[in-house]
C-alpha cells in the first residue's frame, strides 16, 4: 500500500493484513533487523553524483582522473572521490516519510542498518548525522556494495532468521528477492509492480511527482527578459528593418538557450549553498525534485542546441556565446565566491549581451551605451547581493553560503550599489547633453526627463533594499513591479517624443 508524509506522521503503519481486517502492528516486525538503502531511498539524491559535481567544481580536469580511477573498478572511483570532497550530509535532501517510519521503529526496539552502495566513510557520515543507525553497511576500495553484493553482505549479518529491506531501485531486486519482508520507497510504478511480484511489500512510500512547472523554474525562463537587452542596439539605433529584428530574434532565442543551460550548471554547482539558503533550498535541484542527472541531461541538450543556433546566424556571434559560457562557467565555479569579483562579473555578463545584439544586428555600439549599462547592471549586481545579506542577517547567520561577503559588508555594498546607480544616471545626463542638436533626436531636449524616472526607480530600488521588500532578484521584481512598469513605459514614451519631427 501507499502513504504519503502526512498520512505517516498522524498514524501507525498498516499492513496488507491490516486492509483484510486483520490488524498486525509494526512491533511484530522488532526481530527483524530493517537493512534501508541510501540513496534515492533515505535520501532523493545520490552521494556519488553529488560528490562528482563538488569535485569538478574544484576543478575541472579532476573529471579526466575519475576515468583512471573508474578503470580499477565503481568501488574504487567512490572511495578515492570520498577522499577528496567534504559533502555536508546535513543539508541532504531526506526523505522525511521514511525517515517518520524508520524512528518509530528504532523506538520499537528494532535493529536498523543503512546499507549503501556509498563509499563507507560518507555513509558513516549520514548514520552518525541521523543518529538512528545501529550499524552501516557501505562501498569499500575493492568492493562496490551494490545488488548482490549488498545482498551478501547482509545476509552474513542477518543469519538465518530473515531481514527486512528497504530500496528504490532496480539493483534492489534480488535483495528484496531474499528479504522477509520488503519496503519500496521512492521507486518508479515498473519497479513498485516487480517488487509486488516477488511479495508483497510491507509499505510502499510514493515517489514525489514530476511536474512540468519544476523543469520549468529550473530553466528559470522569465530570466530570458534580460535577453531582450540584444534588442537595445536596434532601439538605440533607431533600426525599425525586419531583417535586423529577425536576426537578433534568432540570437535572443540562442541566448536564452545557452542562459537556461548555464542556470542548471549554477544550480548543480550550488547544491549545498542552495540548501542552506532560506528561499534558494525550495530549487528543484536542491530539493531534489528534480534529479542531477536530469540535470546533466538537460545541459547536454540545451547547450548544443544554443551552439547550433548561434553557429547558423554568424561565426563571430559564435565566438561571444563560447566567451559568455566560458564566463558563466567559471563565474559559477569559482568567481561567485570572490567579493566584488562576482558583481563585476555579473555586469559585465549583462553588457555582453549589448555586445553580442549590436554584432548580429550591424549596428556599432556607442561607448555611452557601454559606460551607462556597465555602471546600471553593476548597481543590480549589488542590489541582488545586498537583498541576499539583508535576509541572512534577519536570519541570524554571519556570513552568505557559497559567497564572499559578510553580514558585516552590507552597508558597505550598498553604499557602492547606490553610487553606481547615481553614476549611470550622471553618465546618461553627459550623453543626453551630447545630443543637443544632434541629427538622432530632434528635440532631445526632451530626453532630460528621463533622468528624473531613472532617479525615482533606482532610489526606490534601494529604497525597497532596506526595507527587505525584495528577495534576492531585481530582474524578477521589476518584472512583477507595476511601479516598474510605469517608469518604462513613460522612458519609452520620452524616447519616442524625442525622436520624431512634430510641430508645437
Known amino acids: 500500500m501507499s502513504v504519503s508524509p502526512d498520512s505517516l506522521s498522524r498514524s501507525s503503519f498498516s499492513t496488507p493484513d491490516a486492509e483484510r481486517g486483520e490488524v498486525t502492528s509494526a512491533p511484530d516486525y522488532a526481530a527483524l533487523p530493517l537493512y534501508v538503502d541510501l540513496d534515492g531511498t533515505l535520501t532523493y539524491t545520490d552521494l556519488l553524483f553529488e560528490s562528482v559535481l563538488l569535485l569538478i567544481k574544484r ?69 552518525d548525522h541521523l543518529g538512528i543507525f545501529d550499524a552501516v553497511f557501505g562501498s569499500d ?18 543469519g538465518v532468521n530473515g531481514f527486512a529491506y528497504a ?49 520549468i523554474k529550473a530553466l ?63 530549487r528543484p535541484f536542491a530539493a531534489a525534485t528534480l534529479t542531477i542527472q536530469f540535470g546533466v541531461a538537460l545541459v547536454l541538450v540545451l547547450l548544443p542546441l544554443s551552439l547550433l543556433l548561434a553557429a547558423a546566424i554568424s561565426l563571430p556571434f559564435f565566438g561571444l556565446m563560447v566567451v559568455y559560457i566560458a564566463a558563466t562557467l567559471l563565474y559559477s565555479a569559482r568567481l561567485k565566491q570572490i567579493a566584488i569579483v562576482d558583481v563585476l562579473v555579473l555586469a559585465s555578463l549583462y553588457t555582453h549581451r549589448i555586445l553580442a545584439g549590436g554584432l548580429v544586428s550591424a549596428v556599432v555600439i556607442s561607448n555611452w551605451l557601454l559606460a551607462v549599462s556597465l555602471f546600471m547592471f553593476l548597481s543590480l549586481a549589488l542590489v541582488k547581493r545586498c537583498a541576499e545579506l539583508e535576509f541572512m542577517s534577519g536570519d541570524g547567520k554571519v556570513s552568505l553560503a557559497g559567497r564572499g561577503y559578510r553580514t558585516s559588508d552590507l552597508s558597505y555594498l550598498i553604499s557602492m550599489g547606490i553610487a553606481s546607480g547615481f553614476v549611470a544616471v550622471m553618465l546618461l545626463a553627459l550623453y543626453v547633453d551630447s545630443q543637443v542638436g544632434g541629427a538622432m533626436y530632434p528635440h532631445a531636449e526632451i ?51 524625442a525622436s520624431v519631427e512634430w510641430m508645437l
Open 447 to 497: 530626453l532630460w526627463l528621463i533622468l528624473p524616472l531613472m532617479l525615482f526607480w533606482i532610489m526606490r530600488l534601494w529604497l525597497k533594499i532596506s526595507r527587505m521588500e525584495i528577495h534576492d532578484d531585481p530582474l524578477l521584481f521589476a518584472i512583477t513591479d507595476r511601479a516598474s512598469w510605469i517608469v518604462a513605459a513613460l522612458v519609452a514614451c520620452v524616447a519616442l517624443l
Open 167 to 215: 530500496g528504490n531501485g532496480a539493483a534492489d531486486l534480488p535483495v528484496w528477492e531474499s528479504a522477509t519482508e520488503i519496503i519500496v520507497v521512492n521507486a518508479p510504478s515498473a519497479i513498485v509492480a516487480q517488487a509486488q511480484k516477488i511479495k508483497t511489500p510491507r509499505l510502499i512510500i510514493p515517489p514525489r511527482p514530476f511536474k512540468l512547472r519544476l523543469v
Open 141 to 158: 576500495e575493492s568492493t562496490n556494495l551494490k545488488s548482490r553484493a549488498k545482498l551478501q553482505a547482509i545476509i552474513a549479518d542477518s
Open 220 to 282: 528559470r525562463l522569465h530570466q530570458w527578459a534580460k535577453n531582450a537587452l540584444l534588442f537595445v542596439p536596434l532601439m538605440a539605433a533607431h533600426d525599425l528593418s525586419i531583417e535586423s529584428w529577425l536576426i537578433t530574434l534568432l540570437a535572443f532565442i540562442a541566448f536564452g538557450l545557452c542562459a537556461s543551460a548555464t542556470y542548471v550548471i549554477n544550480d548543480l554547482f550550488d547544491l549545498a549553498s542552495d540548501r542552506a539558503h532560506p528561499r534558494k533550498q525550495a
Open 59 to 127: 576543478n575541472p580536469l579532476y573529471l579526466f582522473l575519475c576515468f583512471v580511477w573508474l578503470l580499477r573498478g565503481r568501488g574504487n572511483l567512490k572511495f578515492q572521490i570520498a577522499r577528496c570532497v567534504e559533502l555536508d550530509v546535513s543539508l541532504l535532501p531526506y526523505n522525511e516519510a521514511l525517515l517518520t517510519y524508520l524512528k518509530q521503529q528504532r523506538a520499537a526496539g528494532r535493529r536498523l542498518v543503512l546499507a549503501s552502495a556509498s563509499d563507507r566513510a560518507l555513509v558513516q557520515r549520514v548514520a
